[in-house]
Nanobody, 125 residues
Framework: QVRLLESGGASVQAGGALRLSCEVS????????WGWFRQAPGKEREGVAS???????LYADDVKGRFTISRDNTKKHLYLQMNSLKPEDTAMYYCALDRFARWERSHDISEYGNWGQGTQVTVSS
């Protein structure tokens, strides 16, 4: 059984930074297509950043230059470094994983079959 576990969420002030982590267990595929998503209250879940099996990354426009997605060499640990946080970044953040995700749709929730439970990020002004 595949399990994803996020950590690192917290309450911070605007301008602050956080580093989210996600760890996978029970995953047996050779390829790793990861994504970070977030969902604010009353809004749909949206893609924030993704990294494919080759290490190529893609960011949503509103986090470019502030967030960095990365993974370790085992590909089993995913990270999201979030700098210059804004109140509008407040959301539950989820990691997602699958053995393949189409590049042009790597921020679509439908591309991923494995999800974590989420970690809350709250940014106050």
């Amino acid at each position: 059984q595949v399990r994803l576990l996020e950590s690192g969420g917290a309450s911070v002030q605007a301008g602050g930074a956080l580093r989210l982590s996600c760890e996978v267990s029970g995953y047996t595929h050779r390829t790793y297509y990861w994504g970070w998503f977030r969902q604010a209250p009353g809004k749909e879940r949206e893609g924030v950043a993704s990294i494919d099996d080759y290490g190529s990354t893609l960011y949503a426009d509103d986090v470019k230059g502030r967030f960095t997605i990365s993974r370790d060499n085992t590909k089993k640990h995913l990270y999201l470094q979030m700098n210059s946080l804004k109140p509008e970044d407040t959301a539950m953040y989820y990691c997602a994983l699958d053995r393949f995700a189409r590049w042009e749709r790597s921020h679509d929730i439908s591309e991923y079959g494995n999800w974590g439970q989420g970690t809350q990020v709250t940014v106050s002004s």
